[in-house]
């Protein structure tokens, strides 16, 4: 089961309990659901424990995986507790050519003139699927893959006409205009931004919106990422329905 923290203010004086843990559905989906009492003034001593205090009632309920409030800081209290906080690394993958190409408009870059690299350590289904809908819109793709691509590019060719750049040297992959990246590539020195670090949880993801029937739907304050995560690996939103945003600069 999935579970969802959220941050519950002060009442103006009226006691409310410091956690509380309920069912809820989001757009179909069940989950978890755990309100813990915090405001400015709460001393992070106390938010701990009840941060502790929620996660262990999470657990004890068959949560494993947990969409945080925005800049959570208690990651410490839910690994005592035994539940993670959910991975966004599916959901930047599923959004990979989307998020290539959010980075193209940024830079006003188009598809006839734009050098886009692709690299991974493995051609697995998400690299396969960005691939192909970058090679359609762009004219210089690059591929770098320890095997598969010839492949990939044969497939390419023969159903799409379109030609994959296929092993690319470093120097190539440091002067694209737009790099994505499946896997950490150490050996590659960028001095440029424009770097979608598909394997790194931390880095930064523009806003992904949602039409506004859904985005009315939305709760507040929890971490837009993850919660987007889940919905999509529950199948109530599919990746198409998710909007890239301009990167905020």
């Known amino acids: 089961m999935i579970g969802m923290m959220n941050w519950t203010p002060p009442a103006g004086g009226v006691r409310q309990k410091s956690v509380v843990l309920e069912m809820r559905t989001l757009l179909h989906l069940r989950v978890a659901w755990s309100s813990v009492a915090r405001g400015p003034r709460t001393p992070e001593a106390l938010v701990r424990?009840?941060?502790?205090?929620?996660?262990?009632?999470?657990?004890k309920a068959g949560v494993t995986r947990l969409v945080v409030p925005e800049a959570f800081a208690y990651g410490e209290q839910l690994e005592k507790a035994g539940v993670a906080p959910v991975s966004t690394l599916p959901l930047r993958r599923a959004l990979a050519a989307d998020l290539a190409r959010a980075a193209m408009a940024g830079r006003n870059l188009s598809g006839g003139s734009a050098r886009l690299a692709v690299a991974g350590?493995?051609?697995?289904?998400?690299?396969?699927?960005?691939v192909t809908e970058l090679v359609l819109g762009n004219r210089y793709v690059l591929l770098d893959v320890p095997y598969g691509g010839d492949t990939l590019a044969n497939q390419l060719r023969r159903e799409y006409g379109v030609s994959l750049l296929l092993s690319p040297t470093r120097q190539q992959l440091e002067e694209a205009d737009v790099l994505v990246l499946f896997a950490a590539r150490t050996d590659l020195r960028r001095r440029d931004p424009a770097v979608l670090r598909l394997y790194d949880e931390a880095a930064p993801l523009p806003p992904l919106l949602l039409p506004p029937v859904l985005e009315d739907q939305m709760p507040p304050g929890l971490c837009r990422p993850q919660l987007l995560a889940v919905l999509v690996e529950s199948g109530v939103l599919r990746p198409g329905q998710i909007?890239?945003?301009?990167a905020e600069s």
Request: net charge positive.
């Open 49 to 59: 424990r009840r941060v502790l205090t929620a996660a262990k009632r999470l657990r």
């Open 121 to 130: 350590d493995q051609l697995s289904g998400e690299l396969v699927r960005t």
């Open 243 to 246: 909007t890239v945003g301009a």
